[in-house]
């Protein structure tokens, strides 16, 4: 049998290590391993609740932003030489042609917090106009209860029974309507 010698030519076999020294190694580096397992899972954890965090703002600006384009609507609605007819554009809100000064009853167009664009759906009057706005977003919304009371539309869509076998009955940020109408003129 042949012997393994070093640079130095000593013998090197597992022999002649000391006692334990090899085992120690062994779990040294398992215990590393686990500690990086949970290193990595408690970053998913992390990654997961800040999400859920930035979900619920989304929700929460979009609520306030919707809230704003109905008192907008509303304004516009109940003012003016021609009061009780809705906006033609979404820019009336902005300066209304109605009036030979400027009157503004939105300072800016938002964009819509969940989707980052300036475009909304648009709920068209029946007597022409808009009535009102929506998020263009398919997703799924977390918050199903707890709306105001001037967001019936909104709980109403949020607590409507979906079908199990239908995904086109599946609750969407577009069910989110911010609607003016003219029996309820929020202040």
């Known amino acids: 049998m042949t012997e393994i010698t070093d640079a130095m030519g000593l013998p090197h076999s597992a022999a002649h290590a000391p006692a334990g020294i090899a085992g120690v190694a062994g779990f040294t580096y398992i215990g590393m391993l686990m500690a990086v397992v949970f290193v990595g899972l408690g970053a998913v954890g992390v ?3 800040l999400a859920a965090v930035e979900r619920a703002e989304q929700e929460s600006d979009l609520l306030f932003v919707g809230h704003q384009f109905r008192q907008a ?8 030489p021609a009061a009780g007819k809705y906006p033609a554009t979404l820019d009336d809100l902005l300066q209304d042609p109605r009036y030979p000064t400027p009157r503004r009853h939105l ?3 938002w964009t819509d917090p969940v989707t980052g664009q300036a475009t909304w759906g648009l709920v068209s009057a029946p007597e022409g106009g808009i009535m009102g706005v929506y998020s263009l977003s398919e997703r799924e919304p977390k918050k199903r209860a707890g ?3 001037v967001d019936a539309d909104i709980a109403a869509a949020a607590s409507a029974p979906v079908a199990a076998s239908s995904a086109a009955n599946t609750y969407r940020y577009t069910d989110w309507k911010f ?5 309820s003129f929020p202040r």
């Open 107 to 109: 300072r800016k167009l």
């Open 147 to 149: 709306f105001d009371p």
């Open 47 to 49: 990654a997961r609740l």
């Open 179 to 183: 609607i003016c109408r003219p029996t």
């Open 73 to 80: 609507i509303c304004s516009y609605l109940r003012t003016g």
